[in-house]
């Protein structure tokens, strides 16, 4: 299965925000768009992701003060990225050995979606489904 399979399934909607926007105002928007991150954009181009971990861990070390400031102080400037045209199990080992849950997707180097670790998990358990179905068909049919 390929990402842009994924992206067929669940739609290439992105939650973004620009590198001015206050760590305030980017925890209003991830509430109000029920998601655990935004890509961050710089005009067209990807410019970093910011999470709600992100937030938490920097709140530790900045207390309060960091709700005023922009996410580009805060974001992951070295996007793990990928295309529709790789595959989910690709992804799958990418995204476990670096430890990331979202990784958004380009096309000529343009935002075009994104793949959470539960899209992947979701993809892989209906993998797993479709291949059960056909063992049991092929099974009982002798």
């Known amino acids: 299965m390929r990402i842009a399979d994924v992206l ?7 939650a973004t925000v620009e590198p001015g926007t206050t760590v305030t105002e980017l925890l209003a928007a991830l509430a109000v768009h029920n998601v655990g991150a935004m890509v961050v954009l710089d005009g067209d181009r990807v410019a970093g992701i910011v999470s709600e971990r992100d937030v938490v861990r920097r709140l530790g070390e900045r207390g309060a003060e960091l709700l005023t400031r922009p996410v580009a102080e805060i974001m992951t400037a070295a996007v793990v990225t990928c295309e529709p045209t790789d595959t989910v199990d690709r992804l799958t080992v990418v995204m476990t050995e670096r430890r990331i849950r979202h990784v958004p997707v380009l096309v000529d180097g343009r935002l075009a979606g994104i793949v959470s670790i539960g899209d992947v998990v979701k993809s892989r358990i209906s993998q797993l489904e479709e291949q059960d179905q056909q063992l049991s068909a092929y099974i009982t049919q002798g």
Do not use: A, H, I, L
């Not at 067929?8 to 992105?14: H, I, M, P």
């Open 8 to 14: 067929r399934s669940k739609g290439s909607t992105v």
